[in-house]
């Protein structure tokens, strides 16, 4: 199998011209508008300078449109390797499809891809953080209560599976109840507004779980601007806000991620792969549990 693996890196290394000199990698990130994608673009610009290899960055700024174009326009460049973090794992389908025909490897970051053929997926566990999440915040409100969900972009692997994580976890306890799911696609203001909306909808809520630190800090601002007190806030990333809402006493916890090592890793199998190491289909990347030290 390694043997075959090794095989499958060198035709990748074959169907891209003037390896040898310097490989020019891209790198299509979801959004830059948001710390934690920035640090994964700087992770990945420090493996790259490490390694001598060039890499092109490219916010798709949250358009699947746009991620469609950043991508076509790294195969047009006839760039060595492309790695994708997806806005939307299906609509980033056709164009993996298209790198897989001009010859070019894809890897995706933290997000997967519904389609296509991808040497390696580079990401946390997103089940297992939402399932964290959901233990932990069924445990600090006491088993019982009333708890929203604030979900990411739809079509993304990252909200489906901190969803499934979250959700399945939270079935086990029979005294808590989920009584609002919706979606504040991983942006601060929306989920500011999408909660206040469900703050004046439900008049008890005993906890909040995110699908990442944006939406979570909004969450936050928007029950201490209604002067709802009493809710446990629990979210997703890491990111410094997040992190400092949590020593603040504001967010009850945060999955800890570690994008700036999704990044580096990404580049560095990159690199491995076109020297003909064979790859894992998904290297995991740890998690941990941020709370109040």
Known sequence: MKKMMAAFA???????PALADQPVLGLVVSTLNNPFFVSLKQGAEEAAAKAQVSLVVLDAQDDSAKMTAAIEDLIQKKVAVILVNPTDSDAVTPSIMKANEAGIPIFTIDRGASGGKVVCHIASDNVAGGKMAAEFLAEAIGHKGNVVELMGIPGT??????????????????????????????NRDKGLKVFENILQAQPEITGVFAHNDEMILGAVAAAEAAGRTGIVFVGFD???????????????????????????????????????ASLPEFIPVDLKLVVKE
């Open 10 to 16: 060198v035709l990748w290394l074959m169907a891209v």
């Open 157 to 186: 692997s990252a909200a489906r599976d901190r969803g499934k994580g979250f959700n399945d976890a939270i079935a086990a306890f029979a005294d808590v109840k989920i009584v609002a799911a919706q979606a504040a696609d991983f």
């Open 238 to 276: 890491a990111v410094d806000d997040a992190v400092k809402a949590v020593q603040e006493g504001k967010l009850a916890a945060t999955v800890a991620q570690q994008p700036a090592l999704m990044g580096s890793t990404g580049v560095e199998k990159a690199v491995a792969f076109l020297g003909g």
